[in-house]
Structure formats: structure tokens, C-alpha cells
């Protein structure tokens, strides 16, 4: 399970997409990041824009401050974990040339090129987070529907319980106007 949270950790929503970091991925499959790039670019067939795509230096500059901040974040990644997180993100890149990510198909199709034991277990092991993420939002997403249904439900109490204090209102009003008349001073007769 520890795997599986170090693996969701290094997961990115870019462009509405859940995708992967390349030097992230060649981390995991214990491979220079350069041998996977390769291994890709000899079977780049196997990988539409929509399984795989360059992100852009905006998008490049984000990720690489959301992983210098994480980098520095003592509870978020247990110590182990941390040091493989730290030297992904030090590998030194061309700041002009932001890497490759992978979609989930993407990362699917990386196992039909890499076929060492490592990288197989790892995939799976991606496969599953992957799986994970997608059970959290589901969750997350019937989560708010409840909370809809709920807020709806009150707001159509809150009307019903409007119209009975304005009912109570009105009734307590009747009784104050029937006391004054009988209260009255009467006279004559």
C-alpha cells in the first residue's frame, strides 16, 4: 500500500488529464530516463497525443514548484520515500525542453515496450493507484450529490417551515386583536 501512496504522490491533473512524469516513471522502472524516452521514440506508434504529450514550460514551472515544496514537506512523505522523490526531481533538465507526461493509456501501453521484471510489477503497481484515484473522485463526486440532495431537502424545509411560523405569527396576532376586544372598556348597555 506504501507503494501505491508514493506512486499516487507523483500522479498530476494536467490539461484534465491524470498523468505521469517521465523521469517520474523511469524512477519507478529503475531506467535512465533517457532509455525510456528512447524506447518510446522507437515505438511512438504506440503513442497518440492522447496517451502521451510534452508539457508546456508554464505547466512545467508549476510542477516543478509543487515538487520543490513537497520536497521540504517532512509529513507528507516518509522518510524513504522522500530520498527517491528528492533525486527524481534532480535530475537536471534543459529548462527550455519540459518532459514528456503519460496518461493512464499511456502508461498501459509502457508496459508493451518494457518488459523487465521491475518495470511489470511497477506497472501494475501504477495501474492500481490509478484504480485508486479514480475510486477517491468517484466517492468525492457522490460525496457532493449527497450534500446537494441534502441542501435541497432543507431548502424545501426551510419554506415549509417558514409558512408555519407565518401561520403561528398570524394566529398569535388573531389572539392579541380578540384580547384588546374583550379587554376593551366597554360601555353603554
Do not use: C
Amino acid at each position: 500500500m506504501q507503494i501505491i501512496q508514493l506512486i499516487q504522490n507523483r500522479i498530476y491533473e494536467i490539461k484534465g488529464e491524470r498523468v505521469m512524469l517521465d523521469f517520474d516513471l523511469a524512477a519507478l522502472y529503475e531506467v535512465p530516463t533517457k532509455a525510456l524516452n528512447q524506447a518510446v521514440k522507437r515505438n511512438i506508434k504506440r503513442f497518440p497525443k492522447d496517451f502521451m504529450f510534452r508539457l508546456t514550460l508554464l505547466e512545467w514551472n508549476r510542477i516543478q514548484t509543487h515538487l520543490y515544496s513537497n520536497q521540504h514537506d517532512n509529513d507528507e512523505h516518509p522518510q524513504n520515500m522522500r530520498s527517491q522523490y528528492v533525486t527524481a526531481f534532480q535530475i537536471k533538465r534543459n529548462n527550455t525542453t519540459p518532459p514528456y507526461v503519460f496518461t493512464e493509456q499511456g502508461v498501459a501501453m509502457l508496459s508493451g515496450i518494457l518488459n523487465s521484471e521491475k518495470a511489470i510489477s511497477m506497472n501494475i503497481a501504477i495501474m492500481r493507484a490509478f484504480v485508486e484515484i479514480r475510486k477517491i473522485v468517484l466517492m468525492q463526486n457522490d460525496l457532493k450529490e449527497q450534500l446537494n440532495e441534502i441542501r435541497e431537502t432543507l431548502g424545501e424545509h426551510d419554506a415549509q417551515l417558514n409558512q408555519i411560523y407565518d401561520a403561528m405569527e398570524n394566529l398569535l396576532d388573531e389572539k392579541a386583536e380578540q384580547r384588546k376586544f374583550e379587554e376593551r372598556k366597554k360601555i353603554g348597555f
